[in-house]
């Protein structure tokens, strides 16, 4: 079993950056795909995006293509959310979760409890 804890949320003016971190815990993260997701109030949990298992191919939603980036460190069993330009549309509870399988739709296994990002208009 995989645990997943994220840090890194908090409240940002629109137009601002801000980075989400997803530490796993095991000695297997390296062989799993990386994904986040996110949920607004009143909306259905949402892909944001992916990563490969060596971290060399990502695909993201159109939404937030151009601005977010996801990366990762397995040494530190890490990856990571990089947030741009936020627009208040992004406020949302982030989740990352790990799958076997890159790709999308991505088919996640475990998740994290989430993390709250607030962005202020």
């Known amino acids: 079993q995989v645990q997943l804890v994220e840090s890194g949320g908090g409240l940002v003016q629109a137009g601002g950056s801000l980075r989400l971190s997803c530490a796993a815990s095991?000695?297997?993260?390296?062989?799993?795909?990386m994904g986040w997701f996110r949920q607004a109030p009143g909306k259905e949990r949402e892909f944001v995006g992916v990563?490969?298992?060596?971290?060399?191919?990502?695909t993201y939603a159109d939404s937030v293509k151009g601005r977010f980036t996801v990366s990762r460190d397995n040494v530190k069993n890490t990856v990571y959310l990089q947030m741009t330009s936020l627009k208040p549309e992004d406020t949302a509870v982030y989740y990352c979760a790990v799958g076997r399988v890159y790709g999308v739709p991505f088919t996640t296994e475990y998740w994290g409890q989430g993390t709250q990002v607030t962005v202020s208009s």
């Open positions: 095991g000695r297997t993260f390296s062989t799993y795909a």
């Open positions: 990563i490969s298992r060596s971290g060399a191919w990502t």
